[in-house]
């Protein structure tokens, strides 16, 4: 069993890479990948963890690029975690998130919702390679009793169009697509259904993407199998998993969603052609 989509506390994730490590193998799968937001902090622990349980643990990366307004999000396999080039990108993307979260706190402040941010704060000074985001502020408006879950934070706050919305800035997806790319990687667009940006396969397909993310939570069976036809009409690889972070909220577990061993061999001969 597969599962090439997970967080861990380096970024948005609520397990440490041990624990997340602890529950793939419990889920009984074989090969994972840690795709923190951001940053490839938990990279080298998931690695040798991983090695400990018998379980493969692909190097990844979750990168959120801005196209037209919205986020993009890309994932990243295959890549070399300590590239130069892409940890100075990293850090940029990480300064950027930290600005964000702030502008944001400030607006619930604003509308007599403030939230304690500052373990937050603290906890990405002590490690700079650490990636914060949202769903760390909607932990804290649950601790504060503003909202009854995550999902509620989002869904009346922190979305876009919400009240307390601050629009990102960052790279564009081609962007993000080369920085994988010249880090060794496979670049694959995340859950295109959730962020509902199907018209921009085909231009990123030209612009050197590699995948798409068929498997996902938030795919129902028909868009599955939507975006696998279309990975195969534009000559596409095909990635998969549970976007595990967690959160009660989401219900998901290591191994809720997983991509076909064929698919991830495809993605494996992909990077030793190659290399």
């Known amino acids: 069993?597969?599962?090439?989509?997970?967080?861990?506390?380096?970024?948005?994730?609520?397990?440490?890479?041990?624990e997340v490590v602890e529950r793939s193998s419990r889920a009984g799968l074989t090969v994972i990948a840690v795709t923190d937001h951001d940053t490839t902090a938990a990279s080298d622990d998931v690695r040798r963890l991983a090695a400990e349980y018998g379980i493969e643990a692909v190097s990844g990366i979750e990168i959120t690029a801005i196209a037209d307004?919205?986020?993009?999000?890309?994932?990243?396999?295959?890549?070399?975690?300590?590239?130069a080039g892409l940890g100075r990108f990293l850090a940029a993307q990480?300064?950027?998130?930290?600005?964000?979260?702030?502008?944001?706190?400030?607006?619930?402040?604003?509308?007599?919702?403030?939230?304690?941010?500052?373990?937050?704060?603290?906890?990405?000074?002590?490690?700079?390679?650490?990636s914060v985001g949202r769903p760390l502020i909607a932990r804290a408006m649950v601790e504060a009793?503003?909202?009854?879950?995550?999902q509620e934070a989002f869904d009346r706050w922190l979305g876009a169009g919400c009240p307390v919305?601050?629009?990102?800035?960052?790279?564009?997806?081609?962007?993000?697509?080369?920085i994988i790319h010249e880090a060794g990687g496979?670049?694959?667009?995340?859950?295109?259904?959730?962020?509902?940006?199907?018209?921009?396969?085909?231009?990123?397909?030209?612009a050197g993407l590699d995948?798409?993310?068929?498997?996902?939570?938030?795919?129902?069976?028909?868009?599955?199998?939507?975006?696998?036809?279309?990975?195969?009409?534009?000559?596409?690889?095909?990635t998969g998993g549970?976007?595990?972070?967690g959160d009660p909220a989401h219900g998901l577990e290591p191994g809720s969603v997983t991509l076909p061993a064929a698919e991830f061999d495809r993605l494996r001969a992909r990077v030793h052609g190659r290399s």
């Open 1 to 18: 069993m597969i599962d090439l989509h997970l967080h861990t506390t380096a970024s948005d994730g609520r397990c440490t890479p041990l």
């Open 69 to 83: 307004g919205r986020d993009v999000h890309m994932l990243g396999y295959f890549l070399d975690p300590r590239h």
């Open 94 to 130: 990480r300064e950027v998130r930290l600005a964000r979260l702030e502008a944001i706190g400030e607006r619930l402040a604003a509308l007599g919702m403030p939230v304690d941010l500052e373990p937050v704060f603290a906890r990405a000074a002590a490690d700079r390679r650490r």
């Open 145 to 150: 009793g503003y909202v009854a879950d995550t």
């Open 165 to 178: 919305f601050v629009p990102r800035s960052g790279a564009s997806p081609e962007g993000v697509i080369e």
């Open 186 to 206: 496979l670049a694959s667009l995340a859950h295109p259904g959730k962020l509902r940006v199907e018209p921009r396969i085909a231009p990123l397909t030209e």
């Open 211 to 238: 995948a798409i993310e068929a498997f996902h939570p938030d795919h129902d069976a028909l868009l599955v199998e939507k975006y696998i036809l279309a990975a195969r009409e534009l000559g596409l690889l095909v």
């Open 242 to 245: 549970s976007d595990f972070h």
